[in-house]
């Protein structure tokens, strides 16, 4: 919509040019910064209709202290804060312009979405609160008009107007005052005005559920009707929701208590995104299936998962949701959502690897040493090093005192070229390799270089020679530890943070895995490099007395929400078999 009013210069830099929105809070204008030379979004904060002169200036006080909260937020999937002026009219929030349609804007014009792309849109929000919350702020205002899907696919929280710092007041003064849309709001806050992490992931489940059903979960014709529904009704059963049900119940709980959380939600939408409602790790736990031999297939075992027929050829070892996940990365190519063609993951990736990169291990005293190699023989320190070809965590440089490695030469993994008895059939641009030092096998994409850490000998990478920062290592334990995998999953966590191994560090979970390869646990974390955010899972698994294997998969927090990655992954983890 252009506008009818005369060109405004807000604080003699910015020129608004177009609006582009309106809501209840304020307007967003398309704007020229006249200094920088570049186009910005600004939002005027307009308080609703109303409010006393003291409420009004309360209210623009806290945009701005809360605005300025939002900036501090470095997120890939977050709007960026430039600038906040103060006019006599209204505070004015400067943020990045993102050439996009909101997803409110796609629901209205296209109509509801697929259950997997909205489980990816759920993925990117997710992680854009993750980052929100870690920082000590609640967004507050989660609905589709406030999650915007740029034309290069990339999807942005915005408008933290409303956000406040956690554990603050969130009301304005006058009672019964509702700041936010009534149909994306949670229970607890339209009943006591109370915000906390839990609001937000109602909001999410909300946003979600409009996506995919095409309204609200609490649409009603009125905001009375609407409130009132919200506090003695469940919402409105889905429809349309499909893999995506799941997700949607645990977070439209309403009991904040029992509502899911950010770990429960990461893997309710990432089966989701896969097209599987059920976990990508699932596989028969005892007695583990045999292989079959001179042709005659393996005994039946007893699955906790519902039964998915193998493909032509095979093996009796392969779960069924590994195949189940190898057909939904081959059903993917062509999307129209970002999920790539699994034939050439790599080139349409669109990635360069910088021209140089560095190898060195920082040194570190005797103590750190050998806590350090403790942890490794206790469970498989993965990640500890940044390894050949990627800088230290945090762009550490190697000093005089460190001890430069470079990796010895090993022989070429062995490449599987026929689809018989061993194998399943993989997508075009995959192949299975047979590690020749540690003898697991793993399906991995076509040209994936394989990488032996420095320093520590039970430990390889294959990473991609594409894509920054993409990479996959396995370790492979003679001894692993019995009990708790999870407490060990902290003393390693322990031990790498005490050699500060991992710049704005942050664990997002660690939490115990059934039904893999024996006992595991799932520690995943962010942290930051020189690449930018990183994003790491290493799942540790006691697979029998004599061996344990974990499988470390990292790669930039921007990449880890798009549904290419989410394919290697998961074909990573359902073909990964160990030594015999």
């Known amino acids: 919509m252009v506008m009818t ?11 608004l040019l177009e609006q582009l929105g309106a809501g209840g809070m304020g307007r967003v204008w398309l704007a020229r910064d006249e200094m920088l030379r570049r186009d910005v ?24 202290r809360e605005a300025r909260a939002a900036a501090r937020l470095n997120d890939a999937n977050v709007v960026r804060i430039y600038d906040v002026v103060h006019t006599e009219q209204a505070p004015w929030i400067v943020m990045e312009y993102v050439p996009s349609r909101s997803l409110h804007q796609v629901i209205t014009e296209d109509g509801p979405l697929p259950p997997e792309r909205v489980a990816r849109i759920g993925l990117a929000v997710l992680n854009a609160l993750r980052a929100a919350h ?13 999650v915007l899907l740029a034309d290069t696919g990339r999807v942005v929280l915005t408008d933290f107007g409303l956000a406040v710092f ?68 469940e919402p409105d059963a889905p429809t349309r929701a499909g893999v995506l049900k799941p997700a949607l119940t645990a977070l439209l709980r309403k009991d904040p208590r029992t509502r899911a959380g950010m770990a429960e939600t990461e893997r309710l939408l990432l089966r989701a995104a896969a097209g599987e409602g059920r976990p990508w790790w699932s596989m028969p736990a005892l007695p583990r299936p045999r292989r079959s031999r001179e042709g005659h297939p393996a005994s039946p075992v007893a699955a906790a998962v519902a039964p998915v027929s193998r493909e032509p ?5 392969v779960s069924p949701v590994a195949i189940s996940a190898l057909r939904t990365a081959e059903r993917s190519g062509g999307s129209s959502d970002g999920l790539l ?21 920082v040194a570190v005293g005797a103590a750190a040493l050998a806590l350090a190699v403790t942890a490794v023989l206790l469970l498989s320190d993965i990640g500890a090093d940044p390894g050949p070809d990627r800088p230290a965590p945090g762009g550490a440089s190697v000093g005089a005192n460190a001890i430069p490695v470079r990796p010895s030469v090993t022989p070429s993994p062995t490449v599987v070229a026929s689809i018989g008895a061993d194998t399943i059939q993989l997508p075009d641009g995959f192949q299975y390799l047979t590690d020749p030092q540690f003898g697991f096998r793993i399906g991995l994409p076509v040209g994936w270089k394989r990488v032996p850490d420095p320093v520590s000998p039970t430990m390889v990478y294959y990473e991609s020679n594409t894509v920054p920062g993409m990479r996959v290592g396995i370790d492979t ?33 660690m939490d115990p895995v059934k039904d893999y390869w024996g006992d595991c646990a799932d520690w995943q974390f962010t942290y930051d490099s020189s690449q930018g955010p990183m994003r790491a899972s290493n799942l540790s698994c006691r697979v029998r007395p004599d061996l344990g294997q974990t499988i470390y998969w990292e790669c930039t927090a921007d990449m880890w929400v798009q549904a290419s990655a989410h394919n290697i992954y998961n074909i990573i983890r359902g073909t990964f078999r160990p030594r015999p």
């Open 41 to 64: 979004a600004i939002k005027e904060v307009v308080p609703p209709e109303g409010l006393t002169r003291e409420e009004r200036d309360e209210l623009r006080l806290r945009t701005l």
């Open 134 to 146: 870690a920082a000590g702020v609640l967004h507050r205002d989660v609905k589709p008009g406030n």
């Open 166 to 233: 956690e554990g603050g007041d969130g009301a304005v003064t006058r009672p019964g005052l509702i700041l936010g849309s009534p149909q994306y709001i949670s229970p607890e806050r339209a009943r006591e005005g109370i915000s906390g992490p839990e609001s937000d992931m109602w909001s999410l489940g909300a946003t979600l559920y409009a996506a995919v059903e095409g309204r609200s979960p609490y649409a009603r014709s009125t905001t009375y009707a609407t409130l009132t529904a919200l506090a003695t009704e």
């Open 313 to 317: 050829g095979a093996p009796a070892d």
């Open 5 to 15: 009013q005369p060109i405004v210069l807000v604080a003699e830099r910015y020129r």
């Open 341 to 361: 063609p699994m034939g050439s993951i790599d080139d349409d990736l669109d990635r360069t690897v910088p021209p140089s990169r560095r190898w060195g291990w």
């Open 477 to 509: 334990t003679p001894a692993p530890p019995a009990g708790d995998p999870v407490v060990a999953a902290k003393a390693l966590e322990s031990a790498r943070l005490q050699l500060g191994l991992y710049a704005n560090y942050h664990r997002l979970g």
